[in-house]
């Protein structure tokens, strides 16, 4: 008995030159432009605030690189297997601890969604304890002599 296989090629999609992100691309060129246009402006300008010119322009011209961080990392090419655990697919090979471990992170993510975070109000805004039947002390000043400064403990019942 053979079993056939088809395999099918992926191909991959052309984006040109530019690459996918082509507003981060030319706004990084039009900065560089502008960025060395300025500071060519303050070294042959002539003129009095000539070190403002330059400073400027390297200024813009550092700042495009916020643009071309943005460029490069938009055409980063990732395979489908590797994004598959990224959105909730979990891979064959990596069932056991990991697994378990993800439905207890769930639970616990779960349970905060449901009971409001620890220390703060329920997302409904009504405060319910959770805990019941608990004694608590607490300590008030004796109001029945004046000159006296002595605590008294009392049991109160929750």
Known sequence: MSTSVQVEAIAERS???????RCSFWFAVAHDILGVFIMMVGVFGGLV??????YAGAIIIFLSLIWWVFWYSGNID????????????????????SQAVRRVSNGIRNSLRRKGRPGGEESSGDHVPTVSGTDV??????GTTASSKELVREPLSI
Not at 15 to 21: A, F, I, L
Not at 85 to 91: Q, R, Y
Not at 137 to 142: E, L, M, Y
């Open 15 to 21: 984006h040109g030159t530019v690459g996918r992100c």
């Open 137 to 142: 002390a607490f300590s008030t000043q004796n």
């Open 78 to 97: 990732v395979p489908p297997e590797e994004l598959e655990d990224d959105v909730g697919l979990m891979k064959k090979k990596n069932r056991g601890l």
């Open 49 to 54: 605030i000539h070190d403002l010119f330059i």
